[in-house]
């Protein structure tokens, strides 16, 4: 149970003994319900008042991610298409580096940034680090019209899942180093999809928790990516017999 669901019912305990200590002696004969029946109901009823805040809170923080990742076609349109993926980079703070150009565009922690990118109109980018970021697959649409793309960092993303892999095809003819490490909702069967970057150089996969057979998994990559080097710390390798087969199928799907 999380710390917020003990905090809530240990607040409802303490609501519920104050509640039953200052109720007013009755005058009827009747005698009321035992003191442990009062506070089951009492701590019931208040029971799916914390299930019906938790499940506000978790909707309100999908659509405020939704949000986030919306498509900036708004910039494209009056400013390009480079200017609208920066922006959108910079919105999610993560940074990048234009092509030709030796200088990093960032926003801080506090999410403010440099406008000086506005002066980069019609300059394709060539490296992307948003690690960490709220970005996911809807937010990958931004940057799709960046065919000069060479380096593209999703390290520890949380919302980056299977089905934003295959969204990675649109960098197959330039993407060069591609870290998906450290996310959580990553499996073995969404890794299928990295076999459409044939001009990947660079792949690290270290410590993707929904792996099973990581050794395996590790094989299959290196035969359907020959021209990859593969980075994977963080795992167990020894190799079971267990599983291996499922996921061997995962990977070799569609192939």
Known sequence: MSACIMSLHRCCQRSALLMIGR??????????????RRLLLFLTQRFYDVEAFLRWRTQRKSKKIQKKNAYYGYTQKFYGRDIAAAYYILSMKG????????????????????????NYKDTPLEEVNMSYTLINYTGLRNLEHQQSLRTLSLRG??????????????????LEEL???????????????????KGL??????????????????????EMLPQCKITATGYDFSLRQEGQEECKEQLQGQR
């Open 179 to 197: 870290d998906i490490s450290h996310c959580p909702r990553i499996t073995t069967g969404g890794l299928a999809a990295l076999r459409n970057l």
């Open 23 to 36: 109720r007013p002696q009755s005058s009827s004969s009747v005698s009321p319900p035992p003191l442990h």
């Open 95 to 118: 940074q990048f580096r234009y092509v030709g150009q030796s200088e990093w565009f960032r926003a801080d922690q506090k999410g403010k940034f440099n406008w000086d990118f506005l």
């Open 157 to 174: 993303c949380p919302e980056v899942d299977d089905w934003s892999l295959p969204r990675l095809h649109m960098f197959q003819d330039s």
């Open 201 to 222: 150089r660079r792949l690290d996969v270290s410590s993707l928790p929904g792996i099973s057979s990581p050794g395996l998994v590790i094989i299959l990559l290196e």
